[in-house]
């Protein structure tokens, strides 16, 4: 019997500013049963140039244009496709957290059509010295020579905030959920974590037996 795929898939938004650690807590809940990570960033570096929708990336790129937010999520929804027939992704019983999609209020709007956004998970970091301390060990534990320069680091920063102030005045209140990145790696997971548990539709689907 052929599982019935939903019109729309269930998913977390995790969004933080650059070094508030979206990867390292998506990489993390991302084991648990039932949770898979998506992190566009990933997605991105995977990009098959050859194929039909690399082609359309490497023109906006190569005539120096920003690619298209229509275009950014047609790429997620194919890449959530491809988890699917891959079996790493089973819509009917897994969550998706997102990392790295929406950026902004468009490609939000945009994503409603393919996502039913169950809650915005905000990695809140105000000090931005914390986040610029924290980009440049990892420009030097990973090589990641794009996280070097101070300049680079906070207009990434300074984006990200007039990005996300779009984002938090999209979707309802009820549905955000703040967590403090400035603490330990494994208390913001077990705060990520309590925020999800308390949600009806995780509690819900909880109950299911798989």
Same mark, same amino acid.
């Given at each position: 019997?052929?599982?019935?795929?939903?019109?729309?898939?269930?998913?977390?938004?995790?969004?933080?500013?650059?070094?508030?650690?979206?990867?390292?807590?998506?990489?993390?809940?991302?084991?648990?049963?039932?949770?898979?990570?998506?992190?566009?960033?990933?997605?991105?570096?995977?990009?098959?140039?050859?194929?039909?929708?690399?082609?359309?990336? #490497?023109?906006?790129?190569?005539?120096?244009?920003?690619?298209?937010?229509?275009?950014? #999520?047609?790429?997620?929804?194919?890449?959530?496709?491809?988890?699917?027939?891959?079996?790493?992704?089973?819509?009917?019983?897994?969550?998706?957290?997102?990392?790295?999609?929406?950026?902004?209020?468009?490609?939000?709007?945009?994503?409603?059509?393919?996502?039913?956004?169950?809650?915005?998970?905000?990695?809140?970091?105000?000090?931005?010295?914390?986040?610029?301390?924290?980009?440049?060990?990892?420009?030097?534990?990973?090589?990641?020579?794009?996280?070097?320069?101070?300049?680079?680091?906070?207009?990434?920063?300074?984006?990200?905030?007039?990005?996300?102030?779009?984002?938090?005045?999209?979707?309802?209140?009820?549905?955000?959920?703040?967590?403090?990145?400035?603490?330990?790696?494994?208390? #913001? #997971?077990?705060?990520?974590?309590?925020?999800?548990?308390?949600?009806?539709?995780?509690?819900?689907?909880?109950?299911?037996?798989?």
């Amino acid at each position: 019997m052929k599982t019935e795929v939903p019109q729309r898939y269930k998913a977390f938004i995790i969004v933080g500013a650059p070094g508030a650690g979206k990867g390292t807590q998506g990489a993390i809940i991302g084991e648990i049963p039932r949770f898979v990570h998506l992190s566009m960033g990933d997605a991105f570096r995977g990009l098959d140039t050859r194929s039909e929708i690399g082609q359309e990336f #490497v023109r906006y790129s190569s005539a120096g244009e920003l690619v298209p937010d229509e275009l950014t #999520v047609r790429f997620c929804k194919e890449h959530i496709d491809n988890l699917i027939d891959a079996h790493i992704y089973k819509p009917d019983i897994d969550i998706l957290l997102l990392d790295g999609i929406p950026r902004n209020r468009q490609q939000a709007e945009f994503l409603e059509e393919h996502i039913e956004m169950i809650a915005l998970i905000h990695l809140s970091c105000p000090d931005r010295e914390e986040l610029v301390r924290r980009l440049r060990k990892r420009a030097l534990k990973s090589g990641r020579m794009d996280d070097a320069s101070e300049p680079v680091i906070r207009q990434r920063i300074q984006t990200y905030e007039d990005e996300t102030k779009q984002l938090l005045d999209h979707y309802p209140a009820s549905r955000v959920r703040v967590v403090n990145a400035m603490q330990p790696p494994i208390k #913001v #997971v077990w705060d990520v974590l309590a925020a999800v548990m308390t949600l009806p539709e995780w509690q819900e689907m909880a109950r299911e037996v798989v």
